[in-house]
Nanobody, 119 residues
Framework: RVLPVASGGGLVQPGGSLKLSCTFP????????MNWYRQVGGKQHDWVSF???????TYADSVKGRFTLSRDAVEDTVYLQMDSLKPEDTAMYFC?????????????WGQGTQVTVSS
């Protein structure tokens, strides 16, 4: 089964920016929305944001105004632009598709990407 792949993480100073990518083949043709989650220390995955197929984005209160979602439909890729990063944003970030098409319903977590915000 194809799993989503998140990439683009790294080490950044507080106040800095990173742009994460999430690629999930077929996400455009299957009309999948995309959720982003983050996980700290192996604990539960906390929801961060969601981009619908119609382009509507929603965000957790903790990142609202600092994170922005966008999509490249041709590349089946969703981007998470993270600005004004804080140490508490440090986590492993994952993406997961969602939609009414069964191809969008992925149970397993795909590859995550580590974001570390530290001076």
């Amino acid at each position: 089964r194809v799993l989503p792949v998140a990439s683009g993480g790294g080490l950044v100073q507080p106040g800095g920016s990173l742009k994460l990518s999430c690629t999930f083949p077929g996400s455009t043709s299957n009309r999948c929305g995309m959720n982003w989650y983050r996980q700290v220390g192996g604990k539960q995955h906390d929801w961060v944001s969601f981009l619908s197929t119609g382009g509507t984005s929603t965000y957790a209160d903790s990142v609202k105004g600092r994170f922005t979602l966008s999509r490249d439909a041709v590349e089946d890729t969703v981007y998470l632009q993270m600005d004004s990063l804080k140490p508490e944003d440090t986590a492993m970030y994952f993406c997961k598709p969602y939609g009414t098409n069964s191809a969008c319903l992925v149970v397993d977590w795909g590859q995550g990407t580590q974001v570390t915000v530290s001076s």
